[in-house]
């Protein structure tokens, strides 16, 4: 149920991103401070950003392209690392229980380089983020339907956290 | 003897007679079945039911397919050797075979003498006698079934073999286990505080190989059954993953991700020489070797949706293997390496499948709906797999290709699953 609550929090705040766009992740004066510091990186914005706090991506059964509904959360993440190059991320996918624990495996891999593709194309660099899968090793065994939604996703953490 | 051609006339049938690719579903087919009563084996005092002798032939013989057991609950006066057979009674029970016994025990040891009876033919087909200690009541019985089942079916029985398979406890623990096929003398051999995936029998017998995620992400280790020692011999960057041995048990076929898909590497059973084996864009994985050694098949989501291919490893060309269905995964092959297992899903309901290499006929053989992993028996004969009940626990389960005999193996109430068996002469 704690999951579910999240889920449609996640979607409220996407819901508010829409209509009222953060650009403060993007500004290029927060850019130049970043890299000033040489590798400090902002961990409040890390805790406080609305973007940025969001850490999970979900997928369709059985598919792994970034839907366009995430991909404001997956660009900040990728303008956070290049605006931090100290920064190191780890993109851990996830699949629902239902098929092979290897494919699984492979498909939760496949989301999580997915996810470092478009962070790719928005400037962070492929040294800073290791992708890896646990499969369906993390999944809830008996979800129903729509349920097993919150098991196709990628999360995002970062090594300093 | 006849009981026999019957029934692999049918199997040939089966698989001869479709020329395009057909799917069949057949689920418990009685027909070909013979009817066997196993006797209580006098003298066998034993308190746990499921470990005296005849129950663990009647379980083994039924699991088989081959074996329709005839009860005998409620038979007055019961044969103890073959000379006091009533062949009247047992023919009008529609019986065709009766396994007779009689144990002899005394503090360390045990004897077990029995008699396999030809009902219609009125004659002793085999009496033998078994010695060995306490201890080896189950193994006695195995053999027992063993050589029933050759006899009947000319095929070596594979009651007396292992399988190995991952026990979750709580949901907290992992118990990478080995235990005899029936489920029977389970020990752990490994216990982590992380999941264990894709157990893998070498096929000399003396190691396994698996995943397991305690370095926090998937890494394959090498246990040796014999030494007790572990090794790790795949920890690159990235998941490390789906071992399958060669089939001299000198390599072992992973799969890799590095920061990107998963793709199929060939490497030494000690880890070294890691050589890819083709480029994709695509998934590549759940990589297992043909018997012969000289084709890999393996998943890929490179038309679409999971499919299962081979590639020839001399030429490296690529083939599509599976055709039916949108989602066909965790490919083994028979010893004979002449039929392929698989699960497909079958409109959302996860099954396990057969496909004949030659005609490219595909069988279903379970209902689903969450089955995973299949593994034939070393025989061939029948696939050992893992079932999942709604909201309740995984558990394995076999499945006979003669009758499509679906039979639980007895391994407790904990979730059991992603099991291996060993070789034959193990």
Same mark, same amino acid.
């Given at each position: 149920?704690?999951?579910?609550?999240?889920?449609?929090?996640?979607?409220?705040?996407?819901?508010?991103?829409?209509?009222?766009?953060?650009?403060? =992740?993007? *500004?290029?004066?927060? %850019?130049?401070?970043? $890299? &000033? @510091?040489n590798?400090?990186?902002?961990?409040?914005?890390? /805790?406080?950003?609305?973007?940025?706090?969001?850490?999970?991506?979900?997928?369709?059964?059985?598919?792994?392209?970034v839907?366009?509904?995430?991909?404001?959360?997956?660009? =900040?993440h *990728?303008?956070?690392? %290049?605006?931090?190059? $100290? &920064? @190191?991320?780890?993109?851990?996918?996830?699949?629902?229980? /239902?098929?092979?624990?290897?494919?699984?495996?492979?498909?939760?891999?496949?989301?999580s380089?997915?996810?470092?593709?478009?962070?790719?194309?928005?400037?962070?660099?492929?040294?800073?983020?290791?992708?890896?899968?646990?499969g369906?090793?993390?999944?809830?065994?008996?979800c129903?339907?729509?349920?097993?939604?919150?098991?196709?996703?990628?999360?995002?953490?970062?090594?300093?956290? | 003897?006849?009981?026999?051609?019957k029934?692999?006339?049918?199997?040939?049938?089966?698989?001869?007679?479709?020329?395009?690719?057909?799917?069949?579903?057949?689920?418990?087919?009685?027909?070909?079945?013979?009817?066997v009563?196993?006797?209580?084996?006098?003298?066998?005092?034993?308190?746990?039911?499921?470990?005296?002798?005849?129950?663990?032939?009647?379980?083994?013989?039924?699991?088989?397919?081959?074996?329709?057991?005839?009860?005998?609950?409620?038979?007055?006066?019961?044969?103890?050797?073959?000379?006091?057979?009533?062949?009247?009674?047992w023919?009008?029970l529609?019986?065709?075979?009766?396994?007779?016994?009689?144990?002899e025990?005394?503090?360390?040891?045990?004897?077990?003498?029995?008699?396999?009876?030809?009902?219609?033919?009125?004659?002793?087909?085999?009496?033998?006698?078994?010695?060995?200690?306490?201890?080896?009541?189950r193994?006695?019985?195995?053999?027992?079934?063993?050589?029933?089942?050759?006899?009947?079916?000319?095929?070596?029985?594979?009651?007396?073999?292992?399988?190995?398979?991952?026990?979750?406890?709580?949901?907290?623990?992992?118990?990478?286990?080995?235990?005899?096929?029936?489920?029977?003398?389970?020990?752990?051999?490994?216990?982590?505080?992380?999941?264990?995936?894709?157990?893998?029998?070498?096929?000399?017998?003396?190691?396994?190989a698996?995943?397991?995620?305690?370095?926090?992400?998937?890494?394959?280790?090498?246990?040796?059954?014999?030494?007790?020692?572990?090794?790790?011999v795949?920890?690159?960057?990235?998941?490390?993953?789906?071992?399958?041995?060669?089939?001299?048990?000198?390599?072992?076929?992973?799969?890799?991700?590095?920061?990107?898909?998963s793709?199929?590497?060939?490497?030494?059973v000690?880890?070294?020489?890691?050589?890819?084996?083709?480029?994709?864009?695509?998934?590549?994985?759940?990589?297992?070797?043909?018997?012969?050694?000289?084709?890999?098949?393996?998943?890929?989501?490179?038309?679409?949706?999971?499919?299962?291919?081979?590639?020839?490893?001399?030429?490296?060309?690529?083939?599509?293997?599976?055709?039916?269905?949108?989602?066909?995964?965790?490919p083994?092959?028979?010893?004979d390496?002449?039929?392929?297992?698989?699960?497909?899903?079958?409109?959302?309901s996860?099954?396990?499948?057969?496909q004949?290499?030659?005609?490219?006929?595909?069988?279903?053989?379970?209902?689903?709906k969450?089955?995973?992993?299949?593994?034939?028996?070393?025989?061939?004969h029948m696939?050992?797999?893992?079932?999942?009940?709604?909201?309740?626990?995984?558990?394995?389960?076999?499945?006979?290709?003669n009758?499509?005999?679906?039979?639980?193996?007895d391994?407790?109430?904990?979730?059991?699953?992603?099991?291996t068996?060993?070789?034959?002469?193990?």
């Amino acid at each position: 149920m704690n999951k579910l609550f999240y889920a449609g929090f996640a979607m409220a705040l996407l819901a508010g991103c829409s209509s009222t766009p953060l650009n403060d =992740a993007n *500004a290029p004066s927060d %850019a130049k401070a970043g $890299a &000033a @510091k040489n590798g400090e990186l902002s961990l409040d914005k890390l /805790r406080t950003d609305s973007l940025l706090t969001q850490r999970s991506v979900y997928f369709d059964f059985d598919k792994f392209e970034v839907k366009p509904e995430y991909l404001d959360v997956v660009n =900040a993440h *990728a303008q956070y690392a %290049a605006d931090h190059p $100290a &920064a @190191k991320m780890t993109l851990k996918g996830h699949a629902d229980y /239902r098929g092979s624990h290897e494919y699984n495996l492979a498909l939760g891999q496949k989301r999580s380089v997915s996810v470092k593709d478009v962070m790719n194309t928005s400037g962070a660099n492929d040294s800073q983020i290791e992708t890896v899968s646990y499969g369906e090793e993390e999944a809830n065994q008996n979800c129903q339907g729509q349920e097993c939604g919150q098991d196709r996703r990628v999360d995002i953490s970062y090594e300093v956290e | 003897m006849k009981f026999l051609s019957k029934t692999l006339l049918l199997i040939l049938f089966l698989f001869q007679t479709a020329q395009a690719i057909e799917v069949i579903d057949i689920l418990g087919g009685k027909a070909n079945e013979l009817a066997v009563a196993v006797i209580p084996f006098s003298g066998d005092d034993t308190d746990n039911e499921k470990n005296q002798i005849h129950n663990i032939i009647k379980s083994d013989l039924s699991r088989s397919g081959f074996f329709r057991i005839i009860k005998t609950e409620g038979v007055k006066s019961l044969p103890a050797n073959s000379d006091q057979v009533d062949y009247t009674f047992w023919s009008g029970l529609k019986t065709e075979l009766l396994v007779i016994g009689r144990v002899e025990k005394n503090e360390q040891q045990i004897k077990v003498t029995y008699d396999l009876v030809d009902v219609f033919k009125e004659k002793l087909i085999i009496s033998t006698e078994y010695m060995g200690t306490l201890k080896q009541a189950r193994q006695i019985g195995h053999q027992i079934s063993n050589v029933i089942y050759e006899k009947i079916t000319g095929t070596p029985g594979v009651f007396h073999t292992k399988i190995g398979y991952v026990q979750k406890v709580n949901n907290k623990k992992f118990h990478l286990n080995v235990a005899d096929m029936d489920g029977f003398n389970a020990k752990s051999v490994v216990i982590s505080n992380e999941p264990i995936i894709s157990t893998r029998w070498s096929p000399d017998g003396e190691k396994i190989a698996y995943v397991s995620f305690e370095k926090k992400k998937p890494v394959i280790f090498v246990q040796n059954l014999k030494t007790g020692d572990r090794k790790l011999v795949a920890n690159f960057k990235g998941n490390n993953s789906s071992p399958a041995w060669s089939p001299d048990s000198k390599k072992l076929a992973i799969v890799l991700t590095y920061n990107a898909f998963s793709q199929i590497y060939i490497m030494d059973v000690n880890g070294g020489d890691v050589q890819r084996l083709m480029r994709s864009r695509s998934i590549d994985t759940e990589p297992v070797w043909a018997p012969d050694g000289k084709s890999i098949f393996f998943v890929s989501d490179r038309g679409g949706g999971p499919q299962i291919y081979s590639i020839d490893l001399a030429t490296e060309q690529v083939r599509r293997v599976t055709f039916e269905g949108k989602y066909n995964v965790s490919p083994r092959l028979s010893p004979d390496g002449k039929l392929l297992t698989f699960i497909t899903n079958d409109n959302g309901s996860y099954k396990v499948a057969v496909q004949n290499l030659m005609s490219n006929q595909v069988m279903r053989l379970t209902k689903g709906k969450n089955d995973e992993a299949p593994v034939f028996s070393p025989n061939g004969h029948m696939v050992l797999y893992t079932s999942k009940e709604s909201e309740k626990e995984t558990a394995l389960k076999t499945v006979s290709l003669n009758g499509f005999k679906q039979q639980l193996i007895d391994t407790g109430p904990l979730s059991n699953q992603e099991a291996t068996w060993s070789p034959i002469d193990f």
